[in-house]
């Protein structure tokens, strides 16, 4: 059961790595957000789980947010992140296990915030914490899904400011009409 759900995660996390609309990869973070919490709660690691079932509830209200244009406070959001880190300190055995908690703080500020290239490279910081936490845990396999997913995440932040970088040319060769 565990391998299958780190499976599924690396699975949704590719939609989301290739996923070009701000729409697209909160949903894809929704599905992924879902199956690591169920991998780390398998795995017995409470610590890790409890930011990232916060980050479902997050990714739902940032889908909401740009869907029905409702404004929840950014700060209520960073509160939460700060609550449960706090909250979860007599469960840590070493400072990787504020890892989830700096890494969710961090994809909430992008994710609010950013474009689609910025929430990719934000969410590749939070990818490189969750690495180093998956592999002290003995998530050999989320680990190096982790390391993969930074690699594509790249090389899709490459191919969409290549597209942008076309597109700019295009319009600049374009004839202007005259007045």
Not at 156 to 167: A, F, G, H, L, T
Request: net charge positive; aromatic share 12%; hydrophobic share 50%.
């Amino acid at each position: 059961m565990h391998i299958l759900t780190q499976l599924l995660t690396i699975l949704s996390n590719y939609c989301e790595a290739w996923s070009t609309e701000k729409r697209n990869i909160i949903l894809c973070k929704i599905a992924s957000s879902f199956f690591k919490a169920l991998s780390l709660v398998l795995v017995g690691s409470i610590a890790g789980s409890l930011p990232v079932f916060f980050t479902i509830a997050r990714n739902i209200v940032c889908f909401f947010q740009d869907r029905f244009k409702t404004k929840l406070p950014l700060y209520l959001i960073c509160f939460g992140y700060v609550a449960i880190g706090i909250g979860s300190i007599p469960l840590y055995t070493s400072i990787l296990d504020a890892f989830p908690a700096v890494s969710s703080l961090i994809s909430t500020i992008i994710l609010w915030f950013g474009s689609p290239v910025e929430i990719k490279m934000g969410v590749s910081l939070g990818d490189i914490l969750w690495m180093l936490y998956d592999f002290v845990n003995g998530l050999y396999l989320a680990a190096l899904n982790m390391l993969c997913r930074v690699i594509v995440t790249g090389i899709s932040v490459i191919r969409i400011k290549r597209q942008q970088k076309m597109e700019k040319n295009a319009s600049a060769d374009a004839p202007h009409s005259e007045r």
